[in-house]
């Protein structure tokens, strides 16, 4: 039995001929085209318990990917994707074997995704032949119930998932993978771009992948439907708030489903010789999921390659209408495409940028669901490729985002450049609108020919909300896109060798650290700040080892900030007060309570996000009331238990903006402060998506990272990120804005995300790993210590 699915019983042309390989090569076999509907109902019949799962799934990828682990447990036989072909008939090549799957081409392995998770072999699940009830099964079964909440398809229910479940498999001598050359002898078209041609023997091949909708080069053949897809909203009528919440996508799905109407949507794109943009712009509307559009494309250029392209494509609702090259502004011809739309509801549809297949149907759901004129998205996807950067924008009204009714929109401004920005603030003053936040639906490009130059995009990335600039981490968000938008091979290539270049950077070796400074002979004015809480039993140790240092106390000034203490701190501060102002240049004292109480150890992963942004807020908040004049700050934890008399002039020695000394558990032992390190040659290439959690990065101890404890001996060396037991920052830096980020930057918050920021800003973070402060592993609470008498002694 030959088994194949598809959404349904209609196959692209371009599949048919490879589908009808196998049946030409395999007289008297069986076959069977699955449909969407066959696999759910198969599932209901045979396997009911997984449905909820399967239902659950966000993309119809991971459906068609998981059925075939069920087809093959139940009836047996050999499983094929649709872009598989048959070159000569594989029965010599299952006879006597149980299970028979191949591995995919050796480039492949070398791709990022991959590389990040350390494959030396990559088993494809696009061919797969078994007897019935192979044991196989019933361990993949249930390894896609542990997997199916994991972000990437890959992972939930693809080739890395297959290749995790056959390395993990309880009687592998059973199954037998064989190698590229016999079923995948040609390498994808980006994998070709990326490392040159490979050299394909079709004489030792019974099959060959075609690649043309696999992880390896996915060309989003199909519009890709989310399930249960959820977003947040706002609406609005005349700039009055009238509701916020969840749309449910579903919901509007099944009223249309039941009748209800869905008018037809205009988009509308006006182009002058862009055919290249224009042509992927178009594919992005062909790939809509919604039902009643039409694109009006109107042309004042002299090209008329995209109009021939139109024809070709012979798909009555994409309208070209050319006009003559009348140097009319952009404004005038937007409202020329208005008068051509027949749709009741108008959608901008600029030639250069890229649309989610949901879009429209998402933008029409919430117009429709919430009785409103219009609705923009609040925040959209940035795309810089020619400088290897993507970002999440800032929310505001975007301009080009708009759907909207024809009857309720107001005529463009006679302008080049900016014309629908009073459009959309006449729409939002006037209408009820709705704003939907979901980012993925609208890729805004800068491609280097816009109609606004470079500056207004850099204006952009500096206020956005998240940005990948680090190579792997674009080439991976890269990746996710192709499996939605048409982008094209180059593209992914494009990043892949900035990735690769970044990896092979992170294996040569560091530079030699330079020798450990002479303690520094100024003595310039230093901030010491100390958050607090439940701080009594350790305040009286601080302050005499604060009066130890042999810096001058008329050059160390003192903030100190308390809150939800449930201790005698405050009490002890107000008796100590009087002490401290008069040994130090200046003290400046918070109470600030912040309503943070945790119920479990504070080390819990569940709660990291929580008390590390909110110690970032307590960072932040005490720096701005307590930093004056001062040139240094310096960051020091109240449980830190000793540090040598010259801390600070040893610091202050290396001659960096930023340096940490090295907190251990006791002199010469090991690393207490971890969230200062060094990522390990190789980084790069491991799996770092598994331990994010809540946004943020919690590896557990040494993956990817080295710690100063391995450092010792090797004078002062540059580190990753920071912790902040004791860190020492130049005061101008604080003031140039660089504070602790209290949300995830770059997958890092607090200290992290102070030396991501700080990098980010052209400064590096350096560590002494000789120079040691001592922070024991605290056990069972101490007993508070009487209130020392107050004394003025110097």
Sequence with gaps: MIHQTWKDADLPPAWQ???????????????????????????????????????????????????RYFLLDHFGGLYVDLDFECLKPVSDLLD???????????????????RQRGFTRIVGNAFIASRPGHPFWAHVHRRLVGAHKLPHTLDTTGPFFLTRAVDSAPEPDSITVVGPEVLYPEVSPYATELFGPQ?????????????????????????????????????????????????NLEAQRRRWASGAPAPTVSCLMVTKDRSATARRAIRCFTAQTYPNLELVVLEDGTDDALEQHIRDLDDPRIRHHRLPPERRTLGELRNEAVDRATGPYVCQWDDDDLYDPERVEAQMAAILALGADACFLARERLWWPARRKLAISCARVWEGSMVCAKDRLPRYPAERRGEDT?????????????????????????????????????????????????????????????????????DIAHAETAAGAASTYERKPRPV????????????????????????AFLPGYLDRLRTL?????????????????????????????????????????????????????????????????????????????????????????????????????????????VVPHCATAPGGPTYDLNTFVRKPGAGTLNWAQWVRDGILQPPRGFGRTYLDELRGRGLVRVDSVGGTALLVRAELHRDGLNFPSFPYRQFIETEGLAAMALDMGTACWALPDLEVVHPHHGAPQPEPAIPAVTHSR
């Design 422 to 490: 009073p459009v959309a603030e006449e729409i939002v003053r006037s209408c009820r609108v709705v704003s939907v936040d979901a980012s993925d639906l609208y890729t805004y490009v800068c491609h280097g020919n816009n109609t606004f130059d470079e500056s207004h995009f850099a204006e952009h990335f500096e206020v956005a909300t998240h940005v990948w600039a680090e190579p792997g981490a674009y080439a991976e968000q890269l990746l996710a896109m192709a499996a939605r938008l048409p982008l094209e091979p180059g």
């Design 199 to 247: 050299e394909a023997d079709y004489d030792r091949a019974h099959a060959v992948h075609h690649w043309s909708g696999s992880w390896a080069c996915d060309t989003a053949n199909a519009p890709r439907v989310s399930a249960g897809r959820r977003f947040p909203f706002w609406a609005s009528q005349e700039r009055q708030p009238v509701a916020d919440g969840l749309l």
């Design 513 to 536: 650290p330079e020798p450990a400074p002479a303690p520094a002979s100024e003595r310039p004015p230093v901030l010491v700040l100390t958050p607090l809480k439940d701080a009594a």
């Design 96 to 114: 006597g074997r149980e299970l028979v799957l191949g591995c995919e081409p050796e480039a492949h392995t070398r791709l990022l995704l991959a």
């Design 17 to 67: 001929k490879w589908a009808e390989s196998w049946r030409l090569n395999h007289p008297g076999w069986g076959y069977r085209l699955w449909t969407d509907a066959d696999n759910r109902a198969f599932l209901q019949e045979h396997y009911p318990w997984f449905l909820p799962v399967y239902d659950g799934y966000p993309e119809p990828i991971m459906r068609a990917d998981a059925i």
């Design 550 to 658: 042999d810096y001058p106390r008329e050059a160390i000034s003192l903030g100190l900030l308390e809150g939800d203490s449930r201790d005698s701190t405050p009490e002890l501060l107000r008796q100590v007060l009087p002490g401290i102002e008069a040994d130090f240049r200046r003290v400046t004292l918070v109470h600030h309570d912040v309503g943070l109480q945790l119920a479990g150890a504070r080390w819990e992963p569940g709660i990291q996000r929580r008390r590390r942004s909110v110690l970032a807020k307590v960072r932040n908040h005490l720096l701005a009331r307590a930093l004056a004049d001062e040139e240094w700050v310096l960051w020091l934890d109240v449980d830190v238990t000793g540090y040598p008399a010259d801390l600070v002039q040893r610091l202050l020695g290396a001659r960096k903006n930023i």
